[in-house]
């Protein structure tokens, strides 16, 4: 999918990120991103139609054709086919790889988008809000009083321009105007590349069933999608533009979380096709990376695979997983790219260095990698698993609680994570709980919780309940009394 630019104010900061429309993201639809404004640049007027289908040239237009299209007043349907054609030869010049058929393209307005997603998310069950609400709260992105399904409802809802379906083979381009739409060209370009790679590679089989497996997985999918933007536009557009910026609904922790892919997806490619080209880009496909941590240190693809952390259940007996049925996952996981958000983002709410500075992370070096996700409190991550716990009330209460395992390269690392995590807490206003090693209380406000937080060499267990008391019925032993 491909979404609208969203302005972080403070920074003067614009935030990309986009993804393929049906690729499984944790809480239901994948989250969208950005776009520039095209322009006709060309090299040739009105070359030669090839004597049979080539690369660079589709439905009897060329990569580098100019085209009789006015869009001051947006396109009507034969300059939208027109604009479609030349686009899917620009995008086969670019990648190397040849359109097997035509993709419909709908335009539709945001008030129709707004329905259709309103759609996706309606028949999300009790346990799966509940199980999105402990994710959000876990990580200090929402609060207790926050819906996290529906907040992630308004991100998509509000902030995006165009997505691709695997399941229908069909372009969809939100416009303010369906009968004569203006249409980025990237947009369109970024969905049809979609398109090519569920043909070619089949992406939408990829299991990407937690928020780290899909910015894992989308770390090729994305990466390479926006390394195309970013050929195009270095090669085709003229004039970028920023498009609309984000609706005021826009949560920034959450685009923030889902936009590592975006950012240091394209670096990851741009590293593969300078090893091997194009091919050396494709083989990712059949190997796709396994956690962000191979994205944000790409060194690490390959190389350094990702442990598979186990929680045994010790919660008492009115306490249990939420069952998700239909076979999902009852679990969470971050990665290194959410330890790194969870860090960062009171920075951004309060506009002041909290844990992780505001500013690191826009501390990157090239024209493609947008944001940073590397720091030493969550470098080094080496797996998580988040289990979610209720009770048979929390759906009325909102009362929840989980146990957060994490495995570290090193006990050094493990502590760093640590010293961050405190800093958290302490930001939050949590207080030690007197008697109660490694146990901490907020008293007040959307995170008032208890916590209890214990480090063994490489390993970090987080366990939270909504009083002291309850830290052991949630996992026995936590916050025991010395």
């Known amino acids: 999918m491909r979404r609208s630019l969203v302005v972080l104010a403070v920074l003067g900061l614009v935030v990309t990120a986009g993804c393929l429309g049906s690729t499984p993201a944790p809480a239901g639809p994948a989250e969208p991103v950005p776009t520039t404004t095209a322009t006709d640049t060309t090299t040739s007027v009105h070359p030669a139609d090839p004597p049979e289908d080539t690369l660079g040239w589709e ?12 869009r001051s007043d947006g396109l009507n349907d034969s300059e939208l086919d027109a604009v479609v054609s030349r686009a899917m030869a620009r995008v086969e010049h670019i990648r190397g790889l040849e359109f097997e058929h035509r993709v419909p393209v709908e335009i539709i307005s945001r008030e129709e988008h707004t329905n259709r997603t ?9 346990n799966g809000s509940l199980h999105q609400n402990v994710k959000y709260e876990a990580t200090f992105l929402m609060g207790e009083s926050t819906s996290a399904v529906g907040q992630q409802e308004r991100n998509q809802a509000s902030n995006v321009l165009g997505y691709y379906s695997p399941g229908q083979d069909r372009i969809v381009i939100v416009s303010e105007d369906t009968d004569s739409p203006r249409i980025d060209e990237v947009t369109l370009a970024q969905e049809l590349f979609h398109a090519l790679q569920e043909h070619r590679f089949n992406v939408s089989e990829y299991e990407a069933n937690t928020e780290e497996t899909h910015n894992a997985r989308m770390g090729i999918v994305e990466g390479d999608a926006n390394y ?3 050929r195009y536009e270095q090669e085709f557009i003229e004039d970028d533009e920023n498009g609309s910026a984000g609706g005021s609904d826009v949560h920034l922790g959450l685009l923030a979380l889902r936009s590592q892919p975006y950012s240091d997806g394209p670096v990851f490619v741009d590293e593969r096709y300078e090893e091997g080209g194009w091919d050396a880009v494709n083989a990712v496909y059949d190997d796709p990376p396994q956690s962000t941590e191979q994205t944000i240190h790409t060194e690490k693809y390959r190389t350094d695979e990702p442990t598979e952390v186990r929680i045994d259940d ?36 309060t506009k002041q260095d909290v844990v992780i500075p505001l500013n690191n992370f826009l501390d990157t070096d090239g024209e493609v990698d947008l944001y940073n996700y590397d720091h030493r409190y969550s470098a080094g991550w080496d797996g998580d698993r988040l289990l979610p716990y209720t009770t048979n009330d929390s759906a009325e209460t909102g009362e929840t609680g989980y146990v957060w395992k994490s495995v570290w390269d090193s006990e050094t690392e493990a502590t760093q994570f640590l010293d961050g995590y405190h800093q958290l807490l302490e930001h939050h206003n949590a207080e030690p709980v007197p008697e109660r090693p490694n146990t901490y209380r907020i008293s007040e406000g959307e995170f008032a ?7 063994s060499g490489e390993t970090v267990v987080i366990v939270n309940a909504p009083t002291v008391e309850e830290l052991t019925e949630v996992r026995e032993g936590a916050g025991a009394a010395e």
């Open 59 to 70: 439905d009897g237009y060329w990569y580098n054709e100019t085209l009789d299209v006015d």
């Open 118 to 126: 309103s759609g996706q998310y309606e028949n999300v069950s009790q």
């Open 228 to 230: 195309v933007d970013y």
């Open 314 to 349: 010790r919660s008492a007996a009115a306490w249990a997983v939420p069952d998700l049925g239909n076979g999902s996952v009852d679990y969470a996981q971050f990665g290194e790219a959410g330890m790194y958000v969870m860090l960062w983002y009171p920075s951004y709410e």
């Open 449 to 455: 919780d208890a916590f209890y937080v214990e480090q």
